[in-house]
């Protein structure tokens, strides 16, 4: 089954302490990215790939790091979590970038205290 | 950072109505896609129009775009309670491959 899966789905964590999201996509896709959906504001990019080694931010990186090592991979990175990164985070990929059809994960939900 | 925006924010129709809901750009575009959220969940991609179409069809959904007023409505029409979610519209900022969400209009369908 085509599909982008996130882990892990829930988390909570404490201000400072290193975590990562993985994302990973099934469907050979080259472009892919990261959002936070905050209420009120909407879906943000932070971080987006056109393909292997090859990323570049969106309207909100700070904060985040990102890698690209493998074409299905996508991890998002907080090297030092604060509490305003509290967020709905979604990773999507598609086939290829200017406005191909976007497919997303199930989301992860992240509390930082 | 420019984001899109939809009009209205939330919505509440009978089932069996017509829902129409609007969004607005901020810069060129190649294609508007409008995407819909279930509670919390991934979006799931609906249609997408390129900017060189004013309308096009599926299934119970129409969308147009004016390029000129840089707008695109998305009409759901004998809405069912199942169409209750929320519905975004996303744009690629042309020149860069950016997407630019809206903030979205919460669709209720009473039953």
């Known amino acids: 089954e085509a599909q982008v899966t996130q882990n892990p789905r829930y988390l909570i964590t404490v201000t400072g302490k290193k975590l990562t999201v993985t994302c990973s996509q099934n469907?050979?896709?080259?472009?892919m990215s990261w959002y936070r959906q905050d209420p009120g504001l909407g879906l943000r990019q932070i971080y987006y790939?056109?393909?292997?080694?090859?990323?570049d931010k969106g309207d909100v990186p700070e904060g985040y790091k990102v890698s690209r090592k493998e074409k299905r991979n996508f991890p998002l990175i907080l090297e030092s979590p604060s509490p305003n990164q509290t967020s709905l985070y979604f990773c999507?990929?598609?086939?290829?970038?200017?406005?191909?059809?976007?497919?997303f994960g199930p989301g992860t939900r992240l509390t930082v205290l | 950072s420019q984001q899109g925006e939809e009009d209205p924010q939330a919505l509440s129709i009978q089932e069996g109505e017509n829902a129409t809901m609007n969004c607005s750009y901020k810069t060129s575009i190649n294609n508007l896609q409008w995407y819909r959220q279930n509670s919390g969940r991934g979006l799931v991609h609906l249609i997408l129009?390129?900017?060189?179409?004013r309308e096009k069809h599926s299934g119970r959904l129409r969308v147009t775009l004016d390029t000129s007023k840089k707008s695109s409505s998305l009409l759901i029409t004998a809405s069912r309670a199942a169409d209750t979610a929320s519905y975004f519209c996303?744009?690629?900022?042309?020149?860069?491959?950016?997407?630019?969400f809206g903030t979205g209009t919460r669709l209720k369908v009473l039953a």
């Open positions: 999507a990929s598609s086939l290829g970038a200017g406005g191909d059809t976007q497919y």
């Open positions: 129009i390129r900017s060189n179409e």
């Open positions: 790939s056109m393909n292997v080694e090859v990323t």
């Open positions: 996303a744009t690629v900022r042309q020149g860069t491959y950016k997407y630019i």
């Open positions: 469907m050979n896709h080259e472009y």
